[in-house]
C-alpha cells in the first residue's frame, strides 16, 4: 500500500516556464512533508519542507503548497532551469516516525 | 564538513551469496536510516539506527539487517541474494530522529546475477 503517491513518473518543462509536481498521500496522520531532488550517481538532496500547520512554504525559486484536505502536496519551481532536470521524491512522516518517500518524477527542463 | 560516505559504490554478487554494506554518517550525526530504491517503486524505507539501536523498521524479510556502532558508522547486511536484491542501496543521516532533514550518500548499486 503506497501512502505517498506521485502519479506523473516524468515531467518536461520549457526553461524559464513554472514546473509543477505532484504529490498524494493517504496517512491523514502525516505531519511532515519533504521534497527531494536527486542527480543520477549522486543521492537525494533535501529541497524544502512544511509542516502540517502551515499550507505554504517558499525558498527561493521553489515553492511547496499543502492541501491536507485533499491530502494533495505541490512542488512549485519557477523559472524553471536546465539544472533542475532530475528526480523529484516527495516524502512525508507521522509524529516524527519514519520518512515515506512517493516513486519519484522525473523532470526534464528544455533550453 | 564530509558528506554521508557508503562504500562500496558498486557491488556484483550472485544468488545464495551474502553481502555487506557500510556508511559513514557526517560527523555528529546519530541517526543513520538505510533506503531501497528501485526503478517505479522510489525509494523504500529499510531501517533506522540510532545510539547503536534499531529504532525503526521497515516491511523488508528477516534477511536484511544492520547495526550501528560506537562511532554511528553503520553495516546493512543481507543474506541469501536474490535477484530482486538488485538495487540502488541508500544510506542517509540526521542528528537526532530521521524526520528532520536527511543527508544521503551516493548510495550503493548492487547488481545480483
Known amino acids: 500500500d503506497q501512502q505517498v503517491k506521485q502519479n506523473s513518473p516524468s515531467l518536461s518543462v520549457q526553461e524559464g516556464r513554472i514546473s509543477i509536481l505532484n504529490c498524494d498521500y493517504t496517512?491523514?496522520?502525516?505531519?511532515?512533508f519533504l521534497w527531494y531532488k536527486k542527480y543520477p550517481a549522486e543521492g537525494p538532496t533535501f529541497l524544502i519542507s512544511?509542516?502540517?500547520?502551515?499550507d505554504k512554504n517558499e525558498d527561493g525559486r521553489f515553492t511547496v503548497f499543502l492541501n491536507k484536505s485533499a491530502k494533495h502536496l505541490s512542488l512549485h519551481i519557477v523559472p524553471s532551469q536546465p539544472g533542475d532536470s532530475a528526480v523529484y521524491f516527495c516524502a512525508a512522516s507521522a509524529d516524527g516516525n519514519k520518512l515515506v518517500f512517493g516513486a519519484g518524477t522525473i523532470l526534464r527542463v528544455k533550453s | 564538513k564530509a558528506g554521508v560516505t557508503q562504500t562500496p559504490r558498486y557491488l556484483i554478487k550472485t544468488r545464495g551469496q551474502q553481502v555487506t554494506l557500510s556508511c559513514s554518517p557526517i560527523?555528529?550525526?546519530?541517526?543513520v536510516s538505510w533506503y531501497q530504491q528501485t526503478p517505479g517503486q522510489g525509494l523504500q524505507f529499510l531501517f533506522e539506527?540510532?545510539?547503536?539501536?534499531?529504532?525503526n523498521k521497515g516491511n523488508f524479510p528477516g534477511r536484511f539487517s544492520g547495526r550501528q556502532f560506537s562511532n554511528s558508522r553503520s553495516e546493512m547486511n543481507v543474506s541469501t541474494l536474490e535477484l530482486g536484491d538488485s538495487a540502488l542501496y541508500l544510506c542517509a543521516s540526521s542528528r537526532w530522529t530521521n524526520q528532520e532533514t536527511q543527508y544521503f550518500g551516493p548510495g550503493t548499486r548492487l547488481l545480483v546475477l
Open positions: 512544511i509542516s502540517s500547520i502551515k
Open positions: 496517512n491523514s496522520m502525516f505531519d511532515y
Open positions: 560527523s555528529g550525526h546519530r541517526s
Open positions: 539506527y540510532f545510539s547503536e539501536t534499531q529504532r
